[in-house]
């Protein structure tokens, strides 16, 4: 069983930065992408942003492109969520997902939630003006 637990949420005031992390547990996998998608409330599940463990390629929604950075770690599933400039529109509960059943994901799929078989719990991310 894995278990991907994150941390790093909280409050902030409009402006400011957060950094999430998500670090999995239990059993050894393979790892073809990490992501990070949010809940709003009121509002479906949205992409934020993922990246690929092989070549480390990068994707983001247009609404956090050049505000948020996702990053992995050097060794082991652990990948980060850089948020900076914060927006009250940013407060959301944010998840964390990887993919550990294929070797690749397509760039075309890599915003699809389907494309993710291993879910967090969410962080509580609430950004005050």
């Known amino acids: 069983q894995v278990q991907l637990v994150e941390s790093g949420g909280g409050l902030v005031q409009a402006g400011g930065s957060l950094r999430l992390s998500c670090a999995a547990s239990?059993?050894?996998?393979?790892?073809?992408?990490m992501a990070w998608f949010r809940r709003a409330p009121g509002k479906e599940r949205e992409f934020v942003a993922a990246?690929?463990?092989?070549?480390?390629?990068?994707y983001y929604a247009d609404s956090v492109e050049g505000r948020f950075t996702i990053s992995r770690a050097n060794a082991g599933n652990t990948v980060y969520l850089q948020m900076n400039s914060l927006k009250p529109e940013d407060t959301a509960v944010y998840f964390c997902?990887?993919?550990?059943?294929?070797?690749?994901?397509?760039?075309?799929?890599?915003?699809?939630?389907?494309?993710?078989?291993?879910w967090g719990q969410g962080t509580q991310v609430t950004v005050s003006s």
């Open positions: 997902a990887a993919n550990s059943f294929v070797k690749f994901v397509r760039s075309s799929q890599i915003r699809n939630p389907r494309e993710y078989d291993l």
């Open positions: 239990g059993r050894t996998f393979s790892n073809a992408a």
């Open positions: 990246i690929k463990w092989s070549g480390g390629n990068t």
